[in-house]
T-cell receptor
Framework: KAGVTQTPRYLIKTRGQQVTLSCSPI?????VSWYQQTPGQGLQFLFE???????NKGNFPGRFSGRQFSNSRSEMNVSTLELGDSALYLC???????????FGSGTRLTVV | KQEVTQIPAALSVPEGENLVLNCSFT??????LQWFRQDPGKGLTSLLL?????REQTSGRLNASLDKSSGRSTLYIAASQPGDSATYLC???????????FGEGTQLTVNP
């Protein structure tokens, strides 16, 4: 059974650019969540999608956005990149309420 | 606002020791609690999921307990091995939302 797949694994971007990260959940999982992990802030919730609808959003600026497609694949976009956006971005999928989360390997974003 | 604390922040033990990692949370209105391990630069691997109605879960050498009323969970690792070296994270899912709130983690080193 394939796990959660995140692409790309690594990205280097310049300040001011925008970036799109992709996440393919486990087959049958309709819930996809995104988290940002940094050494200073730990793991912080970005947003969650279920059946193409954003159900919950964390405390991040509007430069961070996401969407989910009908096949449950999800993308997150960060516009006008800042140095502080450098982080490991993790995607997780779940069957739904009451079930645990399975995480992908993450996308390491470096902003220079 | 839910806060999750993990103690100790770091732990170094000789191979073969039994050890306990602690996790505490401030709001007992949780749906479930999940323990993860993270190897350097990698994503999160789920270890155990405990529903709010459960007291403990076991998987191999791992045993996790949950005392919801006191806001505590422990992860017990029996007969530790060097391959157990990683950062261990606990995360709670609240009944009021769909996000996971993570602790800062315990960095475990098991010395041969």
């Amino acid at each position: 059974k394939a796990g959660v797949t995140q692409t790309p694994r690594y990205l280097i971007k310049t300040r001011g650019q925008q970036v799109t990260l992709s996440c393919s959940p486990i087959s049958g999982h309709r819930s996809v969540s995104w988290y940002q992990q940094t050494p200073g802030q730990g793991l912080q919730f970005l947003f969650e999608y279920f059946s193409e609808t954003q159900r919950n959003k964390g405390n991040f600026p509007g430069r961070f956005s996401g969407r989910q497609f009908s096949n449950s694949r999800s993308e997150m976009n960060v516009s006008t990149l800042e140095l502080g956006d450098s982080a490991l971005y993790l995607c997780a999928s779940s069957l739904g309420p009451g079930h645990g989360y399975t995480f992908g390997s993450g996308t390491r974003l470096t902003v220079v | 606002k839910q806060e999750v604390t993990q103690i100790p922040a770091a732990l170094s033990v000789p191979e073969g020791e039994n050890l306990v990692l602690n996790c505490s949370f401030t709001d007992s209105a949780i749906y479930n609690l999940q323990w993860f391990r993270q190897d350097p630069g990698k994503g999160l691997t789920s270890l155990l999921l405990i529903q709010s109605s459960q007291r403990e879960q076991t998987s191999g050498r791992l045993n996790a307990s949950l005392d919801k009323s006191s806001g505590r969970s422990t992860l017990y690792i029996a007969a530790s091995q060097p391959g157990d070296s990683a950062t261990y994270l606990c995360a709670v899912k609240e009944t009021s939302g769909s996000r996971l709130t993570f602790g800062e983690g315990t960095q475990l080193t098991v010395n041969p």
